[in-house]
């Protein structure tokens, strides 16, 4: 299994009222850590075009909430690629606060393959992903 962890501070403006973390920004955080994790692994999201000119857009997500992120904490996301044999990018997520050490949310996302000129889906795996999964021995 890859999984990348990388650390974002939280700002102000991303608090509410209550200085905890407004709800939508945990999915910003999610692309943080798959933006750290395609830095790390090959697999960002110029990568990708570079390589096949592709997209990948989500086509899922899910959140679940466990305790609240405040105003000067740190999460710290850790991104897990979950290896699929089909055609799509599935992450799982665990963020937690550095501050209290605790879970703070856990979640997923799903992306599908995408020509980006005449958005037409990919139902193989591309050859670039092909490739990626075979450097990293990935079935």
């Excluded at 055609?87 to 501050?99: D, T």
Aim: charged share 25%; net charge neutral.
């Amino acid at each position: 299994m890859l999984t990348h962890r990388s650390e974002v501070p939280i700002r102000f403006s991303e608090v509410d009222s209550l200085r905890v973390v407004w709800h939508g920004h945990y999915l910003k955080f999610f692309e943080d850590g798959r933006e750290h994790f395609g830095k790390e692994f090959g697999l960002g999201y110029l990568d990708i075009f570079n390589a096949d000119g592709l997209a990948v857009p989500i086509v899922d997500v899910s959140v679940q909430y466990k305790r609240p992120l405040e105003y000067g904490d740190t999460a710290i996301i850790e991104t897990i690629f979950v290896n699929s044999p089909a055609a799509k990018l599935i992450f799982e997520y665990k963020i937690y606060s550095a501050k209290h050490n605790y879970l703070a949310c856990t979640g997923k996302s799903i992306q599908v393959f995408m020509n980006a000129i005449n958005k037409e889906l990919y139902i193989t795996n591309p050859p670039f992903f092909e490739a990626w999964k075979a450097k990293h021995k990935l079935p």
